[in-house]
């Protein structure tokens, strides 16, 4: 169905300046929408012939241009649409869409004041994990000073902690024998030259 200029202008005002009654009104009743709005352009231009749903289904084809109209200028379509050309400036502003209710309002500031706020609220949430690095760094010098600690061995030397933490090593019982064993053989061999030197004595 053809509309003219004044026809046209007749949908669109009516369509925009009633969007927020549109959006109210329940899919089932919407058909009335379009009806009331038939009828105003039948009695403004002294015709019978428009109907709701033809005053529907000619928007849905303006919005269908504007969108055409609108991925060409973006580089993003390659039709062109002179229709959508034409109407491109006042449906960029998409008058049509349903439009936030205050309550609707309110919940989206919200959104997006913690969507703000979510770094903050990351970094605080880290901020407690600090005192674990805080006492991994305390312990270092307690390691380090237990690591640097002399230990005395079996030598008379200081040896480090690595060394003498093993328990398998016994200094202490290697010390009193050590001793024993040479001063024995000493003594053997003392008496051994004592002897010999005796028999000589007696064969001459």
């Known amino acids: 169905m053809e509309f003219s200029n004044t026809q046209l202008r007749i949908l669109i005002d009516e369509r925009k300046n009633r969007n927020v009654e549109y959006h109210t009104t329940t899919n089932k009743k919407k058909y ?47 039709k062109r649409s002179l229709v959508g ?35 903050e609220a990351s970094s605080s949430s880290i901020s407690p994990k600090r005192p674990k690095g805080k006492s991994s760094s305390e312990q270092q010098p307690l390691e380090k000073a237990v690591k640097e600690s002399p230990t005395i061995g079996a030598s008379g030397k200081s040896s480090s902690l690595a060394t003498s933490s093993n328990p398998a090593e016994t200094p202490n019982i290697s010390r009193p024998v050590t001793p024993t064993i040479p001063s024995f053989s000493q003594n053997a061999n003392v008496i051994n030259v004592t002897f010999n030197y005796g028999g000589a004595s007696e064969d001459d």
Not at 40 to 67: M, P, R, S, V, W
Request: glycine share 4%.
């Open 85 to 119: 050309e034409e109407i491109y400036e006042e449906f960029s502003t998409m008058f049509w869409l349903k439009p936030e209710l205050p309550f609707e309002q309110v919940r989206n500031e919200n959104v997006r004041s913690s969507s703000a706020n979510s770094p």
């Open 32 to 78: 009335l929408f379009w009806n009331e709005i038939a009828e105003k352009i039948n009695d403004q231009e002294n015709t019978n012939y428009f109907t709701g749903d033809a005053c529907h289904k000619k928007f849905l084809g303006l919005t269908k241009a504007f969108y055409t109209a609108e991925k060409y200028k973006e580089g993003t379509g390659t």
